[in-house]
């Protein structure tokens, strides 16, 4: 008897749970000698979340391109972070068996599934209405604790075993927050969890991936293009004025459009250039998203070398920095995904990983 499905119910920061979830299930399926996360397929078919009706209706264009664009690579950054993450993991576990694991912002996130030992305490931390979803789909099993409360909140750290070593993991949640708050975040790190460990991921200046789509052949940028207009218009169609009207007031390009009907979008659209195209796409992206676009940066925010979080407190230590991609096997995946890897490691930029100790 097939299960029936579960509606979502979360929306705006919280929603952005499902994308992580759906990239670890994608690449799960089309690269599994890479990486295998069997929760995120089985609750990607567990769940009925309809993306047009959130709040954040850009949000669905995206998942468009993701789809039908030849995109797939960034639908599936998150499932190569969560594959070093799992690395990091378990070599501290190999060392710190008992250890206790905090997932921090842990969404719908699966990994203590694919890291246990059978004797770490592990720590799932989000936000209420984050970990009230989880438990319907991801009900607490044995060693494991859900912690409803901000990672800001302090009360979390005495909620956590520290007996047998601490190691913390964030992925894509930092960039929620300014430096101030970050800055207050890893002192209280210090203050209740000396010696620990974490591993985080932050979002640094982009080109709006316009380097990685220069790369593809003239014909493949048409047609991403093509797919990319096609799924603009879709959400231009059904979208209330008001939003039109935010949309068009968010743009940073020297022009606007003339009207708020699609057929002066697309004119406005077709005479930019390509960096104007790229400023407009981010900028659009920017006006409907609950988190920061890539190219967003506020003074020193984030941190683009691991030293520099060194200098907020005294106790932190650098213990790595890496890029997304490295040491994945890539004669493993396909030429585009290798493509969108080279694109990393050769600008450096967007999403890097820290592992510090406090």
């Known amino acids: 008897m097939q299960q029936d499905k579960v509606k979502v119910t979360v929306s705006g920061v919280s929603a952005t749970m499902l994308f992580p979830l759906q990239g670890r299930a994608q690449l799960s399926k089309e690269y599994r000698s890479l990486f295998y996360d069997a929760k995120a397929v089985e609750l990607v078919e567990k769940i009925d979340y309809d993306f047009s009706t959130d709040d954040m209706p850009f949000v669905g264009v995206m998942l468009k391109l ?6 797939l690579p960034m639908f599936t950054l998150s499932a190569l972070m969560a594959k070093q993450f799992d690395d990091k993991i378990k070599a501290y576990i190999t060392e710190h068996p008992r250890a206790s694991v905090v997932n921090l912002g842990a969404g719908l996130d699966a990994t203590f599934y694919r890291v246990d030992n059978g004797t770490i305490h592990w720590y799932d931390l989000d936000l209420p209405a984050a970990i009230d979803f989880r438990r319907q789909l991801l009900p607490e099993p044995d060693r494991v604790t859900y ?41 209280m790190l210090a203050d209740h969890f000396p010696g620990g460990e974490i591993v985080f991921t932050t979002m640094s200046q982009s080109d709006g991936f316009r380097g990685w ?29 008001d939003q039109k009207d935010k949309a068009i007031t968010a743009l940073k390009t020297p022009t606007k459009p003339k009207g708020k009907e699609w057929a002066d979008l697309e004119a406005w659209w077709n ?10 796409m981010r900028d659009l992206m920017s006006s409907f998203s609950p988190i920061p ?29 890496l890029s997304v991609s490295k040491n994945i096997q890539r004669d493993l995946l396909s030429a585009d995904m290798q493509r969108f890897m080279d694109y990393f490691d050769k600008s450096g930029r967007w999403m890097n990983i820290f592992h510090l100790r406090v």
């Open 66 to 71: 993701i789809r039908e664009g030849n995109l």
């Open 147 to 187: 912690i409803a409360k901000s990672l800001l909140d302090p009360s979390w750290c005495k909620d956590v075993n520290t007996e047998d070593g601490v190691f913390m993991i964030a992925e894509a949640v930092f960039q929620f927050f300014d430096e101030a708050q970050m800055k207050q975040f890893f002192s």
């Open 213 to 241: 789509f220069d790369m593809f052949p003239p014909e493949q940028r048409e047609a991403m293009r093509a797919v990319w207009m096609e799924a603009m218009k879709e959400w231009w169609e059904k979208v209330p004025a």
């Open 271 to 280: 005479q930019l250039s390509d960096e104007e195209n790229a400023e407009a």
């Open 293 to 321: 676009i890539p190219g967003d940066r506020v003074g020193n925010w984030p941190p683009k070398d691991a030293n520099e979080f060194t200098k907020w407190d005294s106790r932190i230590k650098v213990i790595d920095q």
